[in-house]
């Protein structure tokens, strides 16, 4: 089993990167999703979010109001703090069971926007990193995502920078080009990871 990291700076196309990596045939665990799947309604980890941030968090389903807690969070690191203390321990539960279910042979490929800044480099055989020029990934997240671009700079300035994640790296997928050139970076990223397995 080969333990890829991936991971970039928000906006820098990483899920696509992802996305075209499983395609391929690589076991993806995506820890955004999993940090989703966490705080649905009625787990311990949404129990333990309304207790540290108030029941104003909730949407009127019941769910998480993601965009309200994204929104308090960026803006006051020690908020951050808090809400990572709760969601972290039990994303890294999920991801190590997700693991334990893949094949002995299997390209894991572990999606997480936050290895550099959480120093997770070492858990992986290799670490890729999805990279693209800050005014781009600016474009892509309030033409793409819809967010301002206050909230956006708010979140990439959260982030570690693109010069401490590309310390971590063993690998760099340029994503400033097309689509076209990104399949072509990622075919020869798989040809690699596949004759590391």
Not at 3 to 11: A, C, R
Not at 68 to 87: M, Q, S, T, Y
Request: no cysteine.
């Amino acid at each position: 089993m080969l333990k890829v990291g991936l991971t970039g700076g928000i906006g820098s196309g990483k899920s696509e990167v992802s996305a075209l990596l499983r395609a391929r045939g690589a076991v993806v665990i995506d820890a955004d999703r999993i940090a989703r799947e966490v705080v649905e309604p009625g787990t311990p980890g949404l129990a333990a979010v309304v207790a540290e941030f108030g029941e104003d968090v909730l949407l009127p389903s019941g769910g998480l109001d993601r965009e309200k807690v994204g929104r308090v969070v960026f803006a006051d690191p020690e908020r951050l703090a808090a809400l990572n203390a709760i969601v972290h321990p039990l994303v890294g539960e999920r991801m190590e069971e997700l693991m334990d279910a893949a094949p002995a042979d299997a390209v894991v490929v572990y999606d997480v926007p936050l290895l550099a800044e959480n120093g997770l480099a070492s858990m992986y055989d290799e670490v890729v990193v999805v990279d693209a020029p800050e005014e781009a990934r600016l474009d892509r997240l309030v033409a793409r995502r819809g967010m301002t671009e206050e909230d956006a700079r708010a979140r990439m300035a959260n982030q570690a920078s693109p010069e401490e994640r590309r310390a971590v790296a063993t690998r760099v997928i340029d994503n400033s080009g097309t689509l076209d050139d990104l399949k072509k970076q990622v075919d020869a990223l798989w040809e690699a990871l596949t004759r590391s397995a």
